[in-house]
């Protein structure tokens, strides 16, 4: 039962423009959405996050939108950039059950120069 | 400041075999969390850590696994008698109660079972 799904495993954009990433899940109880960015024998590293009280999230070149009708969420990189290169993973979480993130499949996203 | 360290960063053992894994949190934070991703597939929630009490141990797929935490510092994960199945990366995270959902991880451990 996959709750959280990335049906994209790969992403190829050009350098400087928009890289839209998406996630779709099927808990209605989650309130709390991150991603997540992976590069390869590193551990994830936290990007962006949104509560489900918003429907938008904005942190410089990365902005989170989440549908909660469509229970779809994205993310998106403008202007995208060559060190954007890694697997992007979409997380969500019912904060009351201590915070246990179930994870997505992954996004590798590739920035071509 | 350190961030979340794991040790050991690669471990090869025979079927059957116990190993630990240790993770050593961010300092003051107060919840622990493991996971594992085996290949190709997204990270699996294990068990979590409030200080040294575990309210969360759903993901943990066996009773061959079990984990502890000491003093609300260090934790190890232990597998018993492991299995190639268990041939995955096991990633710490820990958090703030502040902000605990924004869990920052290791590097993790990549096991393998021979």
């Known amino acids: 039962d996959q709750q959280v799904k990335q049906n994209s495993p790969s992403l190829s954009v050009q350098e400087g423009r928009i890289s839209i990433l998406n996630c779709d899940y099927t808990?209605?109880?989650?309130?709390?959405f991150l991603w997540y960015k992976k590069y390869p024998a590193e551990g994830p590293t936290f990007l962006i996050s949104i509560s489900s009280i918003k429907d938008k999230n904005e942190d410089g070149r990365f902005t989170v939108f989440l549908n909660k009708s469509a229970k779809h969420l994205s993310l998106h990189i403008v202007p995208s950039q060559p060190g954007d290169s890694a697997v992007y993973f979409c997380a969500a979480s019912v904060i009351n059950q201590g915070g246990k993130l179930i994870f997505g499949q992954g996004t590798e996203l590739s920035v071509k120069p | 400041g350190a961030g979340v360290s794991q040790s050991p960063s690669n471990k090869v053992t025979e079927k059957g075999k116990d190993v630990e894994l240790r993770c050593d949190p961010i300092s003051g934070h107060t919840a622990l969390y493991w996971y594992r991703q085996s290949l190709g597939q997204g990270l699996e929630f294990l068990i979590y850590?409030?200080?040294?009490?575990?309210?969360?141990k759903s993901g943990l797929p066996s009773d061959r696994f079990s984990a502890e935490r000491t003093g609300g510092s260090v934790s190890t994960l232990t597998i018993q008698r492991t299995q190639q199945e268990d041939s995955a990366v096991y990633l710490c995270?820990?958090?703030?109660?502040?902000?605990?959902?924004?869990?920052?991880f290791g590097p993790g451990t990549r096991l393998t079972v021979t």
């Open positions: 850590f409030q200080g040294n009490s575990a309210p969360d």
């Open positions: 808990n209605s109880m989650f309130d709390y």
């Open positions: 995270a820990s958090s703030s109660q502040m902000v605990f959902v924004e869990q920052y």
